[in-house]
């Protein structure tokens, strides 16, 4: 499972990475590999709607259900996850834990990102509660930004045409700065790698422990 996730958070990496070598000509691999709202907005125009809505679908719920089935798995040890990772969301889980089910629903339609989809998960929301609310959250979203490319289509090529002409620059820019979020995800004490990890390890030691109490109590 957090091997998937590490899978899932690489490919985003190294779309942030080639953005400026693939917005114009390969916007459906783009968000192929990274669908945040940035990328999606920019490859709109690029793709037809078919496209755009299947490839963008794709990728975003591909991710969502791991988190979800993250929390799930791991429980309490997930909810101490998302205290070390997010300062806003996990006091609100460990202060009102029935209070964040109520608004995880709408979080979960609007925003599911890594931590909510987690949260979700291990405050007890439903299965198929969270997929009715991912799907049509997604949905909604897609539609959003296709209106918006379709609005705004001229300023938005003309930001696609930027990255294009001066691409070189802009990444060697995406390569710093991906080479920081590395580094950070790494190195930094509280990073959102460092803690999965960390959730695996103690999981795995749990485990471990649980066995061996097995041996000890057959042996007795």
């Known amino acids: 499972m957090i091997a998937l996730v590490f899978l899932s958070q690489g490919a985003a990496l190294f779309g942030d990475l080639v953005l400026a070598e693939f917005v114009d000509s390969r916007p459906g691999l783009l968000i192929a590999l990274n669908p945040r709202n940035r990328n999606l ?9 078919v496209t755009f809505y299947v490839i963008g679908f794709c990728r975003l719920v591909a991710s969502d259900p791991l988190y979800f ?6 429980g309490e ?21 029935q209070m964040f089910r109520r608004a995880s629903y709408p979080l979960i339609f609007a925003m599911p ?12 929301v439903s299965l198929p ?27 938005l090529q003309r930001v696609v045409d930027f990255i294009a002409e001066y691409r070189v620059p802009i990444l060697i ?15 930094a004490e509280n990073s959102e790698t ?11 030691g749990d485990t471990q422990s649980s066995e061996g109490d097995g ?6």
């Open 215 to 220: 041996v000890t109590e057959t042996d007795r």
């Open 194 to 204: 460092r803690s999965l990890v960390d959730l695996g390890a103690d999981s795995e």
């Open 113 to 124: 990102n890594n931590i909510i989809c987690a949260m979700s998960a291990a405050t007890g």
């Open 129 to 155: 509660v969270f997929i009715v609310l991912n799907i049509s959250g997604t949905i909604t979203r897609l539609i959003i930004i296709r209106q918006v490319g379709e609005v705004f289509a001229s300023p």
């Open 173 to 187: 820019l995406s390569a710093v700065l991906v080479s920081w979020t590395v580094y950070n995800e790494f190195f």
């Open 77 to 97: 040890k997930a909810i101490a996850w998302t205290e070390r990772r997010s300062r806003t969301y996990g006091p609100l889980i460990r202060d009102g834990e």
């Open 41 to 49: 907005t920019l490859a709109t125009n690029q793709l037809d709607a």
């Open 69 to 74: 089935m993250l929390g799930f798995w791991y």
